[in-house]
């Protein structure tokens, strides 16, 4: 009964803090199965995705991989993610011998988001992402040489990536203006 009425007065409380007011602009959008409400200042105040997880897919004793492996589980739609673009996604990323986790995107209070450019992302995904389309999961197995070669602990990992672009910011060279797509901003590199 005492978790039946703490339940409830949660609940109560979670909508009472969801009906105030503020003077400030507020504004709602929904792209690629997540929901931001961004505040006049830009800020993210709530974010979701409706992607399912990955599972870990365990390890792979004794695997010897000397070259990237992509496979598409999943074709998105629209125009292909390029080199320089900038991306936001959803991922899990594992050791691919031993299974175990290395770092994951999901349940985050951001997304993550990268500039697939040499020397900002591993090359691994530098040259494994482009050609992906918003909506889209690839799963990419990445040879130490391409993965996390500045990070002593994972310089000699194959790494598995499963991962879905969620949205692409088109980067423009600056002083061809046009369309507001990714037009002067600044991506920033999530973790």
């Not at 899990?92 to 985050?108: D, L, M, Y």
């Not at 900002?120 to 391409?146: F, K, N, S, T």
Request: proline share 7%; net charge positive.
């Amino acid at each position: 009964m005492r978790v039946l009425l703490c339940s409830a007065a949660v609940v109560v409380a979670l909508a009472i803090g969801g009906c105030g007011s503020d003077s400030g602009s507020s504004r709602t959008s929904t792209s690629g199965g997540r929901t931001r409400t961004s505040a006049s200042q830009g800020q993210v105040l709530h974010y979701i995705t409706r992607e399912a997880k990955p599972k870990n897919p365990g390890p792979h004793p004794g695997a010897r991989v000397d070259h990237l492996i992509i496979r598409d589980v999943r074709r998105g739609v629209g125009p292909a993610i390029e080199s320089g673009d900038s991306g936001i996604f959803e991922f899990i990323a594992t050791n691919w011998v031993t299974g175990r986790k290395i770092e994951e995107s999901w349940h985050r209070p951001r997304p993550f988001e990268a500039r697939l450019e040499h020397n900002v992302v591993i090359d691994g995904w530098w040259q494994g992402i482009p050609g992906m389309r918003v909506g889209g999961r690839r799963q990419i197995i990445i040879p130490p040489a391409l993965g996390f070669t500045t990070n002593p602990s994972l310089a000699n990992a194959t790494t598995y990536f499963d991962v879905v672009l969620v949205q692409i910011n088109r980067q423009r060279p600056p002083g061809l203006g046009g369309g507001a797509e990714g037009a002067g901003s600044t991506p920033s590199v999530g973790g």
